[in-house]
């Protein structure tokens, strides 16, 4: 649960995109990292492979300060996708406050997708992680051929209680949705845990507001935050 400093006034929350190998993680924090304010953020640090897959983590920090005057701090992370690197995933996951679940919209990675799902239940499970932590869940790479349709999506949407997002994350398209849908479902969590808003000074239009600030986007309406199938 997102980590009270109280001497220094601070807060950290900790967002984590999960999701099978490939689907689009790391993707998605170069594009957040790329929309910031190249004077101002913070750096995105990656350790992987020379083929550019994740070995360890991805970590983007952002921080801002509320009109209360306490810091809040975003750190989100990636975890490797492979198989193989179950223990990383494991490691990374603890402590988190929201997961975003990136998964990959092309027909012939559905099993995988379906096993990732599974294996992030099962992780945040043997972490004791809070059953009420957000996950949101976003369908990337829209622009191949022999995706999973839009009504599809819609149904997934519709028949689960997590968001969905559909996105393209090469091209940018998605990724502020995704992320600042995931933002706004921690907020819940969070108010309802420890009362992030009423008591320790975080808002959320507030924290909304500075994140989209950040991203050089237009802080969404209440239905956008829901993704597909939810009025959005
Ligand atoms: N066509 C297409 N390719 C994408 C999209 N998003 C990511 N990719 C590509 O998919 C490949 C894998 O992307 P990464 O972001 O490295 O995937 P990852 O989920 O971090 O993978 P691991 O670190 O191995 O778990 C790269 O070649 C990306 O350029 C997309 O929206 N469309
Ligand atoms: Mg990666």
Redesign the pocket.
């Known amino acids: 649960m997102a980590q009270v400093d109280f001497q220094h006034r601070e807060i950290a929350i900790k967002l984590v995109y999960y ?1 099978p ?7 998605n924090l170069q594009k957040i990292h790329e929309r910031m304010d190249p004077k101002r953020r913070g750096r995105l640090l990656t350790l ?1 492979t020379k083929e ?3 070995l360890y983590f991805d970590l983007l920090p952002l921080a801002f300060k509320s009109a209360s005057g306490v810091t809040c701090k975003v750190k989100l992370f ?1 975890v ?3 198989v193989m690197h179950n223990t990383t995933r494991k490691v990374v996951l603890q402590g988190c406050d929201g997961v975003a679940f ?1 998964a990959d919209s092309q027909i012939v990675e559905t099993k995988n997708n379906n096993e990732s799902f599974a294996n992030l239940k099962a992780n945040m499970k043997e972490n004791r992680l809070d059953e009420e932590i957000p996950i949101v869940i976003q369908f ?5 051929p022999k995706v999973r349709t839009d009504d599809e999506l819609k149904r997934i949407a519709a028949r689960g209680k997590e968001p969905v997002f559909p ?5 940018g398209k998605g990724v502020p949705e995704t992320f600042l849908g995931l933002a706004a479902a921690t907020w819940e969590m969070l108010e309802k845990k420890i009362g992030l808003g009423s008591k320790h000074g975080i808002p959320k239009t507030e924290l909304l507001t500075a994140l989209s600030k950040q991203l050089g986007v237009e802080t969404p309406r209440p239905e956008q935050l829901l993704g597909l199938g939810k009025g959005g």
């Open positions: 999701g190998a490939l689907s689009g993680k790391t993707t992987d550019d897959r994740t990636t490797p996708g492979q990136i990337n790479k829209r622009d191949m996105a393209t994350a090469i091209e």
